[in-house]
């Protein structure tokens, strides 16, 4: 039982756009709870609650000013209690986000830490001594924009921050600083909570000796083409080797509470391989690396083959949780678009592939329904680095738009007031209830693959192994001790005729789609895949 993580399907909920219930444009736990039916229905085996801790909000509850209160916006403990107890009562476990790597500003350790230099929290956070010349003690720059030094004039100091100047980095370096998390962490499993997804979980420590990051060895063109990040290696700022003892207390604490799990979001677009090796290896660190590896524009056999190669040759002891959306990136129905014809087709496809890696998985709020990213205009965008990089990056709250429910008009019973973010037509054309009353809705085909990797456990636990084929065609095996399933995706909008040897006389499992066998020949339509009852079948 301790091992359900293993191959698990987590089931991304943002709160601020599940369902509203008390009528302020934003969602809610009470919400939550009122859609619970729809999650448990998809047949997914966990919920991943992102932040409902107390905020100011300046990046959407990822900056935390209370980690042991629920923010009034989304409920109270109560209602968080309520929910864990009624998710539970559905066989569904409930992990919550954990933005430990640096709190709000408005938090009451950093607004005493900043006070000067010499109160109980002065060494919680990030602090360093200007240069000579006044400006900041290095050349790290901030994740969403401008230098990640902000001054501090009562100080006379400047505190280093990732991510926005609201969002002070922990100083984790100092042992009373990971005391104190691990005593939110354990305020929450204490509440009965299955465990936690790790907001920037290697972003925890930075250089003792803050020193200059090395220009990047190789620039990286995507989400931020226009952000100076992209142009360092953060070799200093992040990621540094001090984690790995951290992680290890982590696990410990973990440990007191059986059933629990990890899920650490790894980015380092240099050396994220190596930290996933070095996290989730040998069972007392993380227990998920959270990858973002498929997060991206590439949509060709090779990428999905060689990024799952790659983590299991280089990780061999790790585990990985794979997705494909997430609130920080652009959908993959439009990022994927160029490389289908029909947007239901994608949606299958992209589904299918998913639920058929060797892996956990992850699927976001609005996949099942096949959402495009929504076309958000600059007067109605709250994404701050959105705000700042506007029109060449467009921000992330087209990924957050609130979910459509119900047939009809915006906001399609997400709310009885105006949505923090529209409902686009397009989205409300894609709602819960219409597509619930057709067989043949994206959703019922996310139903239908999750019952089928439920159905064939090799799924979530055989091995992979990769058939060398060409491009168009991802083809791979999973294979357990009694089971087999050889899997074959055309990943094209184009159709495509396969010459198949071996699995004589089998025809294609009920799930495949787009995929007619004639003898030895397979006809994959443009985006059909097939899945084969055999470890026996050649390419
Ligand atoms: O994201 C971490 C992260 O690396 C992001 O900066 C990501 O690269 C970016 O959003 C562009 O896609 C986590 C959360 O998921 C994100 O929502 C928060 O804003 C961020 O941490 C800071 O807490
Ligand atoms: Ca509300």
New binding site residues.
């Given amino acids: 039982m301790t091992d359900w993580w293993r191959g698990a399907v987590i089931y991304q909920v943002y709160p601020r756009s599940f369902q509203d219930s008390n009528g302020d444009g934003i969602g809610d736990l009470p919400g939550i709870m009122r859609r619970l039916d729809h999650i448990a229905s998809l047949g997914v085996d966990c919920i991943w609650l992102s932040p409902i801790n107390q905020s100011p909000q300046r990046?959407m509850g990822?900056d935390v000013s209370d980690y042991k209160e629920v923010d009034r916006l989304f409920g109270s403990l109560e209602d968080f209690d309520d929910l864990i107890k009624r998710a539970h009562a559905l066989g569904l476990k409930v992990i919550i986000d954990q933005?430990l790597s640096?709190s709000s500003d408005m938090h009451p350790w950093f607004r005493e830490s900043r006070l000067n230099r010499t109160n109980a929290k002065a060494d919680w956070y990030v602090w360093a001594d200007p240069r000579r010349d006044g400006s900041p003690p290095n050349n790290w720059p901030s994740?969403f924009g401008g230098r990640a030094w902000e001054w501090n004039p009562s100080r006379g100091q400047y505190y280093f921050h990732n991510?926005l100047i609201e969002?002070p980095d922990l100083n984790f370096h100092n042992p009373d600083v990971q005391d104190a998390v691990l005593d939110v962490m354990r305020f929450w499993l204490e509440r009965g909570v299955d465990g936690f997804r790790l907001?920037?979980v290697n972003y925890y420590f930075q250089d003792k000796l803050l020193r200059n990051n090395p220009p990047a060895r190789r620039p990286k063109h995507l989400?931020y083409a226009v952000n100076p990040y992209d142009m360092q290696d953060h070799k200093f700022g992040k990621s540094q080797p001090e984690n790995v003892g951290f992680l290890k207390r982590v696990r410990k604490l973990l440990d007191q509470y059986p059933g629990t799990t990890t899920v650490g979001?790894v980015?380092d677009s240099h050396r994220g391989l190596q930290l996933m090796e070095e996290y989730t290896s040998g069972g007392d660190k993380l227990h998920m690396a959270y990858t973002f590896d498929m997060l991206g524009p590439e949509f060709t056999a090779e990428h999905f083959r060689t990024k799952m190669a790659k983590f299991f040759v280089g990780a061999p002891n790790g585990w990985p949780c794979w997705s494909f959306s997430n609130?920080?990136?652009n959908r993959h129905m439009t990022r994927w678009a160029p490389y289908s014809r029909s947007p239901a087709d994608l949606a299958r496809e992209a589904a299918a592939m998913l639920l058929s890696f060797k892996g956990s998985v992850c699927l976001y709020q609005g996949e099942e329904l096949g959402l495009p990213e929504a076309d958000i205009l600059f007067e109605e965008l709250t994404d701050p680095p959105g705000i700042r990089f506007w029109p060449e990056y467009k921000g992330?709250d087209g990924a957050r738009t609130p979910m459509p429910w119900e047939e009809g008009e915006a906001p399609n019973g997400f709310s009885s007031a105006k949505p923090w973010l529209p409902v686009k037509p397009n989205h409300s054309a894609l709602n819960v209830a219409a597509q619930n009353a057709d067989p043949d809705s994206t959703l019922s085909f996310y139903r239908k693959a999750l019952a089928f990797r439920r159905a064939h456990p090799v799924f979530a636990s055989g091995d992979i192994e990769f058939l060398k084929v060409a491009e168009p065609l991802l083809a791979f095996r999973r294979t357990g001790t009694d089971d087999a399933i050889t899997c074959l995706f055309n990943l094209s909008a184009d159709p495509l005729t396969v010459t198949l040897d071996g699995g004589e006389g089998l025809e294609p499992l009920e799930l495949s789609h787009g995929a007619e066998r004639r003898k030895s020949k397979l006809k994959l339509e443009a985006n059909g895949f097939a899945f084969f009852a055999t470890s026996e079948m050649k390419v």
């Fill in positions: 990046d990822y933005v640096h994740v991510f969002q907001d920037t989400p979001e980015g609130h920080d990136v992330r």
